[in-house]
DNA sequence: GTCTATATCAAGATAGAC
DNA sequence: GTCTATCTTGATATAGAC
């Protein structure tokens, strides 16, 4: 039987699983290396600090949000309200589909107060978001109306994330969604 | 010079500027003893444990909340939009006032997946957060419209306050309290 | 009520064998 | 690439002197 080898991105996704649901500095280097099946040692190959699994963890979620989410908003084959009906859906997918929420969100309130790399690696993230929502909107919105209603939709979203969790329901999570496309 | 004696009521407050600024695991006995001029192990006299502290200060937020800005929307002696343009504005004096945005929003999302004493602590908050704001849209909306509507703005309140302390700007945030007003 | 001192444990991280 | 072993630090918590 050959030894598995572990790649990056499965340390990756172990990883953000675990600070979704305990939280950054509660998940340790050995509940990640764990849930690989590994010792915390050995993920010091892969990783060269637990900071790096975080920034990367980041970016590794901002990566499949532009590629998966926020390129339906600038795919101008589509009308724009098939494109926002589809960007919510992704959108609705992603967060319905795992334990913990949003990890920017979350991180957003953990630690950004305190670690600037961090806080620069969420904001980028969030205003991708709120830019691709602006660029749908814009259609319809003069420009600075549609800014300021995606920012409004992005703190509605994250909000109503929050509140699905600690609820333990989505249902008010999805009348987001129905509104955003109701802008349109 | 007489060796002062720290309240518990001094300590909590300490501890929840801490726990917002840095979060709650990454906050140590040790912050918060020097925080209050004393060192950890002087602590364990006021609070057997940290777990202790963190329940207290999610007591001791909602408890300014029960007397300070709830109470207001239950005052039958005001008209509702007199009540409403209150409890917005003792909302924003707090959440404007000090840093690190909500810890009740920041626990939730940091601990409440695992541990359930303070999900359910924080759950109770929330639920009288929105109580308190349907009772007063009550007057002019039908019951669960008026739950709905309560519930939708204490997402977008949260979310607000999440995207205030990342962009480090109050004007998003405040847009929020201008439109619970116009419900009225 | 606060201090010094300490017990105990778990964290992040590194070195070197296999 | 993963392991064992270990270093160092810092965490929660306790005991007992002042």
């Known amino acids: 039987m050959a030894i598995k080898k572990t790649s990056r991105e499965e340390i990756l996704q172990e990883a953000i699983k675990l600070f979704k649901i305990r939280g950054y500095y509660n998940t340790s280097m050995a509940n990640i290396a764990e849930a690989c099946g590994l010792i ?53 997918e992603y967060f319905l589909s795992s334990k913990g929420g949003c990890l920017l969100g979350n991180l957003a309130l953990e630690l950004s107060s305190e670690n ?13 978001w709120e830019d691709a929502l602006a660029y749908i909107l814009k259609e319809k919105y003069k420009e600075d109306e549609a800014k300021k209603l995606a920012r409004e939709y992005v703190s509605l979203t994250q909000g109503a994330i929050m509140l699905m969790n600690l609820y333990d329901s989505s249902e008010d999570y999805l009348r987001v969604g129905k509104k955003i496309i109701d802008l349109i």
């Open 40 to 92: 915390k040692g050995s993920i010091y190959h892969h990783f060269k600090s637990k900071d790096e699994i975080g920034i990367e963890s980041l970016k590794y979620i901002h990566e499949y949000f532009d590629k998966h989410v926020y390129s339906i908003a600038y795919d101008d084959t589509l009308s724009s309200k098939k494109r926002i009906k589809l960007f919510v859906q992704k959108v609705d």
């Open 116 to 128: 600037e790399e961090f806080k620069k690696a969420i904001r980028t993230y969030f205003l991708a």
